[in-house]
């Protein structure tokens, strides 16, 4: 039986090679440490402060990539979709649809990725209550869909902060039943003069580790080889060979509380 749930990988697909490199990677340690792991890059950054800032390889080519990793490697693989009329599409490609945070309330968006069959992970806005959450897992569950993720990922704090309230994960899980930690975005600095956003990755550590003792069922961490070549969220991104310890101390505060 699987501890908690891993979800894993670039912030955006920006290349097949280095794709492959981290899902070949995170599967092998999702399996060393008795995880179940959920490959993640988003095929389109739609979200971007900047008007130049990077968005996608190309939308077809990148969910082609998506797609490849998740046959060849045998790996269920999710992605972020921000439209309605998007959902369909993407869902052939993925297992699983991400609603971005900032869009957690869109009804038509929920609805319609519920419609598709898929696994749905909510991101948590960072306006939006861990108890209000419920109304958005009951838009996706109206559509038969019971298969439902929701995803802390901190709340505004001013303009540039972000802090995570821990009691939100027993408060999520009184109504679904998992609960995943973005471990990621909650370290970010948002709404920088630069209009690139900041964040301190040496954060994820705490931010794991204090999640599984709070009640989470599963961690969502972006890595890479490289994060400072990263195209998007570098200054968040964990470097990939510093997954495996936090993940090992992860597993023995899980297993404490067992």
């Known amino acids: 039986m699987s501890l908690f749930t891993l979800i894993a990988g670039p912030c955006a697909i920006e290349d097949e090679a280095v794709a492959f ?3 070949h990677h995170c599967k092998a340690l999702a399996k060393e440490l008795g995880l179940t792991y959920i490959f993640k890059a988003s095929y389109k950054k739609a979200n971007r402060t ?3 800032s990077f968005t996608t390889i190309g939308e077809e080519k990148a969910l082609q990539i998506l797609q490849k990793i998740g046959k060849e490697l045998h790996i269920p693989v999710i992605t972020d979709v921000h ?3 998007d959902c369909a599409h993407v869902a052939q490609f993925v297992d699983y649809l991400q609603i971005p945070a900032f869009l957690c309330r869109q009804t038509d968006l929920l609805i319609a990725a519920g419609k598709t069959g898929k696994g749905v992970n909510i991101k948590k806005g960072q306006f939006v209550s861990p108890e209000s959450m419920k ?6 569950a109206s559509t038969g869909n019971t298969n439902i993720l929701l995803t802390e990922r901190g709340t505004t704090f001013g303009y540039n902060y972000l802090v995570v309230d821990m009691t939100a994960m027993p408060k999520m899980r009184k109504f ?3 609960i995943i930690m973005d471990c990621t975005h909650s370290v970010q600095i948002p709404n920088q003069s630069s209009g690139i956003t900041g964040g301190d990755a040496a954060m994820i550590e705490t ?3 204090s999640s599984i003792a ?3 069922t599963g961690l969502f961490i972006e890595v890479h080889p490289e994060p400072w070549k990263a195209s998007s969220d570098a200054a968040s991104i964990l470097q990939m060979d510093k997954l495996k310890p936090i993940l090992e101390k992860c597993v023995k505060v ?4 067992e």
């Open 21 to 23: 490199e981290i899902a």
């Open 50 to 52: 900047k008007l130049d």
């Open 83 to 85: 439209e309605s009329m």
């Open 135 to 140: 109304n958005a897992y009951e838009k996706v």
């Open 176 to 178: 679904c039943d998992h």
């Open 207 to 209: 931010m794991a580790l």
């Open 214 to 216: 709070a009640g989470a």
């Open 254 to 257: 899980k297993k404490a509380l």
